[in-house]
C-alpha cells in the first residue's frame, strides 16, 4: 500500500509517457485536453488536478528562443548586408535567398522523413543546425552579386551578360566553399549511430546543415542571376570611405604576408601550438552543468519503523520545507512512502522519497545546487534514519555527477564490492552524497510448521499454512454473480486483527482436539526477503552515484576517480565502470575527433583538386 501527497494533500501520482517515436509536444497536448475532459464529467464534481511537472515547457521555450534567434539574425545579416552593399535592390536580391533556402530545406527534410531516407524532425538540434547555417547562407549569393556588380560596373557590360559571365567566373570558387563547409559536417552524419547520447542529435544537425548550404549554392547560382539581370539594370554603387579603407588595408596585409613568406609560417605554427596548449589547460566536462529545477531525497528508516512513526517522519519534513518555500524557491513538494521499513530505492513505484520542484530559472534568483545545499543542511538528525541527496539530473536526462556501476555474479559479494567502491569514492574532497542502488528487500515472516506437533493434534502442514493464507491473502474464494458483472468475494480477518505477529500466532487452527493457537502448530520468524536485483548483459549490477561541488563533472574528476577504481583490488570476476552517461560521453569525444581529423581530410582533397597542387 502506497501513500502520495502533494503539496501536503493526500494525492494521485499520475506519470504520463510518451512512446519513443510519438511526438512531446502532441502528447502533452493531448494529455491536458483529455483531463480537460475528464474534469468536466459530472464524476469528476469537486476533482483537483495539478500538473507539476512538464516536459514540452522546456521544449516549446527552447524552439521559440531559437525562433526569435533566427528572426534576429535574419534582420542582423540583412542590416549588414546593407552596410556593405549600400543598394536597397541588391540588399533586396541578396535577402530573398534566405527564406528561399529555408523552404526549400523543409521540403526536402519533409520528402527524406516521407521516402524513408531519414527520420529526421523539426526539433530543437535541426532547428539549431538551420540558424547555424542562416549567416552562411548568403555567402555564395554575395560573391555572385559581387561578380555580377563588377562586370556591371566595371567592364561596363549590360545586366544580362554580367550576370552570365559573372556566375560564370565564381561558380567554381562559390561550389568549392560550399564543398568545404559541408565536408566538416558530413562526418558527424555517419559517425553519429556509433558515437554516444550527444553524437546521435547531431545527425539532425548535420543533415540540416547540408541540406541549407546546397540550397544556398542552388539559389545562388539560379535564382540570384535571373533576378539581377533585372534588378541591376542601369544600377551603380558608389564608394565610401570605410569601404576604400579596408579595402587598402587587406590590400597591404597580403602585401605584407606574400612578401615575408617564412615570417607567417612561422606564426601559423605558433598559433598552432597556442590554441593546442589553450586547448590542453581549458576544462573540459562531460555536460554543459545546467540541472534539472529539482531535488530528489531518498529516506531509509528502521526496519523497526511502523507506518505511523513513517508517516510522522514526512510530515515532519515537509513542515520544515513548508514555511520556506518562498526562500528556497519551492513550487511544489511531491512525497510518497509505503508499509515497507529498510533501505529502499524504487524506481516506477514503491519507495521512501521526497521530490522537490523549484520554481522555474526565468523567476530564480539561486542554481539547483545553492538550494540542494540548504535543503540538506535543513534535513533533521534522527536515530536509524538515513536522508541521502539523489543524484542531480541534467537537463534532457542524465546524471550529473559522478556514476559507477559494479557487476558480478553473486550478489552478496557484489554488495560488499559496491560499499567498498562508495567508501573510496567518499574520500575525494570533491565529492558528496554517495549513494548505491542497494535495496534492503522487505520484511517477510516464514511460517515453519512443526510436523511433530502437528501430527500429535491431527494436522497436516498444509492445514498450518491454509490457516495462515486464508487469514492474510487477498485472493477471491468465490463470486457474486449480479446483473451486469461478476464480483469478487475476499474473506480474510479484520485489519486491526492481522497487524502484529503476535496477532498471527494467535490465528485459530481447527485440530483434533479442538481449537488450537497457529504459533503452537509452527515458527515463527522475521527475514529480510529478497532485494531488487538489475541486470545488464545477463549479470547482476549495482549503482554508486555521487554528486560534486562544481555544477559539471569533468575530465580531471574523472581522472581522479579512475585512479582510485584502479587502486582498489577486487575479487576475480568483479569489475567496475563508469556509468553510461559518462560512457556516451566519452564515446562522443572520440567521434568529435574522429570527425574533425576526416573533415580536415576531405577539406585538404576539394582545396587540392581545385588548385591542382
Given at each position: 500500500e502506497e501513500f502520495n501527497f502533494l503539496n501536503g494533500t493526500e494525492a494521485l501520482t499520475v506519470r504520463v509517457y510518451k512512446t519513443s517515436t510519438a511526438n512531446l509536444l502532441a502528447v502533452a497536448d493531448a494529455t491536458k485536453?483529455?483531463?480537460?475532459?475528464?474534469?468536466?464529467?459530472?464524476?469528476?464534481?469537486?476533482?483537483?488536478?495539478?500538473?507539476?511537472?512538464?516536459?514540452?515547457i522546456d521544449v516549446r521555450k527552447g524552439l521559440g528562443q531559437l525562433r526569435d534567434a533566427g528572426v534576429v539574425g535574419g534582420i542582423l545579416a540583412i542590416i549588414f548586408l546593407f552596410i556593405f552593399l549600400?543598394?536597397?535592390?541588391?540588399?533586396?536580391?541578396?535577402?530573398?535567398?534566405?527564406?528561399?533556402?529555408?523552404?526549400?530545406?523543409?521540403?526536402?527534410?519533409?520528402?527524406?522523413?516521407?521516402?524513408?531516407?531519414?527520420?529526421?524532425?523539426?526539433?530543437?538540434?535541426?532547428?539549431?543546425?538551420?540558424?547555424?547555417?542562416?549567416?552562411?547562407?548568403?555567402?555564395?549569393?554575395?560573391?555572385?552579386?559581387?561578380?555580377?556588380?563588377?562586370?556591371?560596373?566595371?567592364?561596363?557590360?549590360?545586366?544580362?551578360?554580367?550576370?552570365?559571365?559573372?556566375?560564370?567566373?565564381?561558380?567554381?570558387?562559390?561550389?568549392?566553399s560550399t564543398a568545404t563547409t559541408i565536408c566538416v559536417f558530413v562526418p558527424l552524419i555517419f559517425l553519429a549511430s556509433s558515437g554516444g547520447g550527444f553524437m546521435r542529435f547531431m545527425t539532425d544537425l548535420g543533415v540540416t546543415v547540408v541540406v541549407v548550404m546546397?540550397?544556398?549554392?542552388?539559389?545562388?547560382?539560379?535564382?540570384?542571376?535571373a533576378v539581377a539581370a533585372s534588378l541591376l539594370s542601369g544600377e551603380t554603387r558608389s564608394r565610401t570611405r570605410l569601404i576604400d579603407w579596408m579595402s587598402d588595408f587587406y590590400g597591404r596585409m597580403i602585401r605584407f604576408t606574400i612578401h615575408h613568406r617564412p615570417l607567417f609560417l612561422?606564426?601559423?605554427?605558433?598559433?598552432?601550438?597556442?590554441?593546442?596548449?589553450?586547448?590542453?589547460?581549458?576544462?573540459?566536462?562531460?555536460?554543459?552543468?545546467?540541472?534539472?529545477?529539482?531535488?530528489?531525497?531518498?529516506?531509509?528508516?528502521?526496519?523497526?519503523?511502523?507506518?505511523?512513526?513513517?508517516?510522522?517522519?514526512?510530515?515532519?519534513?515537509?513542515?520544515?520545507?513548508?514555511?520556506?518555500?518562498?526562500?528556497?524557491?519551492?513550487?511544489?513538494?511531491?512525497?510518497?512512502?509505503?508499509?515497507?521499513s529498510g533501505r529502499s530505492r524504487g524506481g516506477w513505484g514503491g519507495g521512501r522519497r521526497f521530490e522537490i520542484f523549484l520554481k522555474d530559472e526565468d523567476v530564480s534568483e539561486r542554481t539547483t545546487r545553492e538550494i540542494t545545499d540548504e535543503i540538506r543542511d535543513l534535513l533533521p538528525v534522527k536515530a536509524g534514519v538515513d536522508f541521502r541527496i539523489a543524484q542531480s539530473q541534467g537537463r534532457g536526462g542524465g546524471g550529473s555527477g559522478v556514476s559507477l556501476e559494479?557487476?558480478?555474479?553473486?550478489?552478496?559479494?557484489?554488495?560488499?564490492?559496491?560499499?567498498?567502491?562508495?567508501?573510496?569514492?567518499?574520500?575525494?574532497?570533491?565529492?558528496?552524497?554517495?549513494d548505491t542502488s542497494l535495496d534492503s528487500g522487505d520484511d517477510e515472516i516464514h511460517v515453519v510448521p512443526r510436523r511433530a506437533r502437528a501430527r500429535q493434534a491431527g494436522l497436516s502442514t498444509q492445514a498450518v499454512a491454509s490457516t495462515v493464507s486464508s487469514?492474510?491473502?487477498?485472493?477471491?474464494?468465490?463470486?457474486?454473480?449480479?446483473?451486469?458483472?461478476?464480483?469478487?468475494?475476499?474473506?480474510?480477518?479484520?485489519?486491526?486483527?492481522?497487524?502484529?505477529?503476535?496477532?498471527?500466532?494467535n490465528f485459530p487452527v481447527n485440530a483434533t482436539s479442538g481449537r488450537q493457537p497457529v504459533g503452537a502448530m509452527a515458527d515463527f520468524s522475521v527475514e529480510s526477503g529478497?532485494?531488487?536485483?538489475?541486470?545488464?548483459?545477463?549479470?547482476?549490477?549495482?549503482?554508486?552515484?555521487?554528486?560534486?561541488?562544481?555544477?559539471?563533472?569533468?575530465?580531471?574528476?574523472?581522472?581522479?576517480?579512475?585512479?582510485?577504481?584502479?587502486?582498489?583490488?577486487?575479487?576475480?570476476?568483479?569489475?567496475?565502470?563508469?556509468?553510461?552517461?559518462?560512457?556516451?560521453?566519452?564515446?562522443?569525444?572520440?567521434?568529435?575527433?574522429?570527425?574533425?581529423?576526416?573533415?580536415l581530410l576531405l577539406v585538404y582533397l576539394i582545396m587540392a583538386a581545385l588548385f591542382e597542387s
Open positions: 485536453a483529455e483531463l480537460a475532459t475528464i474534469q468536466a464529467m459530472p464524476e469528476a464534481e469537486g476533482l483537483q488536478t495539478r500538473i507539476y511537472r512538464d516536459s514540452s549600400r543598394k536597397v535592390r541588391t540588399t533586396f536580391l541578396v535577402a530573398l535567398a534566405i527564406p528561399i533556402c529555408v523552404v526549400f530545406t523543409f521540403a526536402i527534410l519533409y520528402l527524406m522523413r516521407q521516402g524513408g531516407v531519414s527520420t529526421i524532425t523539426l526539433n530543437i538540434m535541426s532547428l539549431m543546425g538551420l540558424m547555424l547555417a542562416l549567416g552562411m547562407l548568403v555567402d555564395n549569393s554575395v560573391v555572385v552579386i559581387e561578380s555580377i556588380f563588377r562586370h556591371v560596373q566595371d567592364m561596363g557590360e549590360d545586366a544580362r551578360t554580367a550576370a552570365l559571365r559573372g556566375t560564370s567566373e565564381v561558380a567554381m570558387p562559390i561550389i568549392a546546397i540550397a544556398s549554392l542552388l539559389v545562388a547560382l539560379t535564382v540570384v542571376p612561422v606564426s601559423i605554427v605558433f598559433m598552432l601550438w597556442g590554441s593546442w596548449a589553450l586547448f590542453q589547460g581549458i576544462e573540459r566536462s562531460f555536460t554543459h552543468g545546467s540541472q534539472e529545477r529539482q531535488v530528489r531525497i531518498n529516506i531509509d528508516t528502521p526496519r523497526a519503523y511502523s507506518l505511523e512513526q513513517t508517516a510522522a517522519l514526512f510530515e515532519e519534513v515537509r513542515a520544515l520545507l513548508e514555511p520556506r518555500r518562498e526562500e528556497l524557491e519551492i513550487a511544489d513538494i511531491v512525497y510518497e512512502y509505503d508499509r515497507r559494479v557487476r558480478g555474479d553473486d550478489m552478496a559479494v557484489l554488495r560488499l564490492v559496491a560499499e567498498k567502491v562508495a567508501s573510496a569514492l567518499a574520500e575525494l574532497p570533491w565529492v558528496k552524497d554517495v487469514a492474510l491473502t487477498s485472493r477471491p474464494v468465490s463470486q457474486i454473480r449480479t446483473d451486469d458483472r461478476e464480483v469478487d468475494l475476499v474473506v480474510q480477518f479484520r485489519e486491526e486483527d492481522r497487524r502484529t505477529l503476535s496477532q498471527l500466532r529478497p532485494s531488487t536485483i538489475e541486470r545488464e548483459n545477463r549479470r547482476p549490477e549495482l549503482d554508486v552515484t555521487a554528486n560534486t561541488t562544481s555544477a559539471s563533472t569533468n575530465f580531471r574528476m574523472m581522472g581522479q576517480v579512475q585512479e582510485i577504481l584502479d587502486s582498489l583490488h577486487l575479487p576475480p570476476g568483479y569489475d567496475v565502470q563508469f556509468g553510461r552517461w559518462v560512457r556516451f560521453a566519452q564515446q562522443d569525444m572520440q567521434g568529435g575527433a574522429v570527425a574533425l581529423g576526416l573533415a
